[in-house]
């Protein structure tokens, strides 16, 4: 029983061994001879080879034919016999380019000598049966190590097989290779993917190690491998990479240096804006940051107050708000300002102040001019001329012709009295508010200065008296206020443009303070009889302007003005042109 | 001289645009290779594939019948190494024109059964894609002139071929695979000779 299991499984294992051949066949291969297989190599030539089996009587030559047909439709059903029986080995049917068609079936059969007997036969396609020679001339080359040198990666080279070259070269054989490595002496081989390139990049081979590396090839799309080719061994030492880690050590070390170099040389601060250029600020067009930095505050609120923009922020709809000119903080420029303006005069004209008048012109609303801090009003200068023309009528040394001229100038004027009831510090004369409104009427037709403020506001003006003749020459009884005052007043009366005691608000009248009036005295200027007043008026004779264009007053002494002043100014009979004060003051 | 100064530029564009051309015929080769590669390993799996299903007792019967009676064997192609490498590159290419034309409608027997995870038809769109690919590469060798070989005539085989042999079912799919895989691998090879020799490289033209 147990025979007879033995027998079958042998019979199995034989017919599976049969089956898995590289032909099938039908005889038992211990009894009648066999094909052993056909081959092809480079899928342009073949090969049949059999076997006698156990007939030890066949092998004379010829005692075993071999014959061939093709099985496709075109082809004619006819036996072939073997075109080319090997000489050495008489077991062994080639086919050679001419006789090997592809894509075409064949079927080959083993007949005897008689042909009576057929012996084996199999079937196939040419290409199914491609069993290429292993490929040749495996080589490796070092490709790197790691940092620990314990693991390398190589590169494994060869070239396809020497039979199947030629058809590789030109396209008609494509062959894939696959790579199989592993540490010799180990059981397990590690199998990499098989392509096209005659190169195999191979990781993670261990230094210091044996291994062995084989390659085998096969038709692209089949699986017919062919046999190994000679195993190649590499052993990567330890030792190898070194050199190339202390490289890597003196290269990282240039590194850190050059690196270190950079830092230091980048700390100046050439190379820091070159290579880190600052951002920059934000920007107000016009205005230059650094002026803040510098702290040139002039600079800086002269470009704001000038600035389109920001002068309509500054100058709103806010009336009440009053710009005062202070001309403490900036003696220099007001000097300055008054060279001009004498300049300006002399320019202007010699000796006729029609000019000077008639070019004060009040074509704004009186604010926007004069209220510019810093830019030199060249109104306001004529307002100081104006101011310097005023005192210098009371010059006592003024020529008789400027007196003349004056009078011209003046004639149409009417005469304005005022009381003065006090002058305060800042230079400013107060005087008794009488008949203002005509006043301001009057005045405002004949003459207004740009520096008023608005033609609401009252002006009185300093006005030297001379003798009542010439009063009564050149003035006109338009108020009977004024000829009250000529017939009564026979001294000089000082009238200075004023704001309005009323306690409107203050114009900023930019040079009206300029001539300072010195607070020795306190004159006081009686207005017409109409005001009720107690005490009768006083006036005060002006003797002069001094070097700082304040207005000199005489002490107190009513109705007794000095000889001296009544004698140089008989022919003036009171009135001073403006180049008379002009005379005076300088 | 001046006009062999007119005609150096001329002659360099000329020059440049024929290396222009070349990479854009490789191209195209490159695509029909990789197409064609793709089909080759798809009937090779289909085959593999089929076999595996097969119970063990059926597996030795079915590699009898092997490639005998393609649909394609009445097709005159050049089935040695040399005839071959004889052959034009454009007969190769209209041999494999009309190779993949054969397979346009058996190919739709593939569906379903053998390539379920693929999708019904992909062969079919496969290799109708590849004989679009074809035809450029003939236009391309033809420049322009007209096809003289082309137009033949020559009436394909009966579309029913397969249909009416006498096989059962087995032999009948199997038949039908053994003959497409035959088929593409044939075509593979006549697409990558032609791409080699209209190529630069010398070893081609051995």
Known sequence: MAAIQALFIGFLLVHDVAMQGLSPTFKDQSQTPYLTGCVSRAMESFYCSWSVGTFQNLTEPRDLKLFYMFQDMISPKKWLECPQYTLLREKECRFDREHTQIWTPYKIQLRSRDQDVVYDEVQFTVENIVYPDPPVGLNWTFLSVGMTKMYTDVVVSWEPPPSAAIEVGVGWLALEYETQYRETGSATWNILNADKETKKFIYGLRTNTDYEIRVRCKMKGFMNFSNFSDSLMINIPATESRVPIAVGFVLTAVGFAVIGMLVLVTRQKKLMVIFLPPIPGPKIRGIDPELFQKGKLSDLTSILTTHAVLRSDLYNDDSWIEFIELDIDKPNETEQDLETAFLIDHSASSSDSTHLINDFRDDDSGRASCCEQDLPDPDTVECRNLMLSSASVLDPTATPQTGAAFQDSWSGTPDLYAQVRQVTLSGEVVLTPEEQSHRREVMNKRYKPKCDQTTKEPEFHVRVLGDSDERGNTSEPDNNNMSTNQSTDRSTSTSLPLDDVNGAPRQPLMGYQEPQVAPATAPELTGPPSSALASPPEYTVVDGTDPQNSLLLRSNTPMAPSSSHMKQMPSLEGYLSPDLLDSIAF | ?206
């Open chain 2, 1 to 206: 001289m001046a006009k062999v100064c007119l005609l150096l530029p001329v002659l360099l564009v000329l020059s440049s645009m024929g290396h222009v051309e070349l990479s854009e015929h490789q191209r195209l080769y490159r695509h029909a290779a990789d197409r064609m590669k793709s089909l080759h390993l798809m009937a090779v799996n289909m085959i593999s594939d089929f076999e595996e299903s097969l119970p063990e007792d059926r597996r030795a019967p079915s590699k009898i019948f092997l490639l005998s009676h393609c649909i394609s064997d009445s097709i005159p192609a050049p089935s040695h190494k040399d005839e071959t490498q004889r052959s034009s590159v454009l007969r190769l290419l209209r041999t494999s024109f009309r190779l993949i034309e054969t397979w346009e409608y058996p190919s739709q027997a593939f569906s379903g059964a053998f390539l379920n995870s693929l999708g019904p038809n992909v062969i079919t769109e496969k290799l109708n894609d590849l004989k679009m690919g074809v035809n450029l590469l003939i236009g391309d060798f033809l420049n322009g002139q007209p096809d003289m070989e082309g137009n033949d005539s020559l009436p394909l085989p009966f579309e029913d071929f397969y249909l009416y042999l006498e096989d059962n079912d087995l032999s009948k799919s199997y038949r039908l695979m053994a003959c497409f895989r035959k088929d593409m691998h044939r075509i593979e090879t006549f697409i990558r000779m032609a791409s080699c020799r209209r190529s630069a490289d010398s070893n081609c033209t051995l």
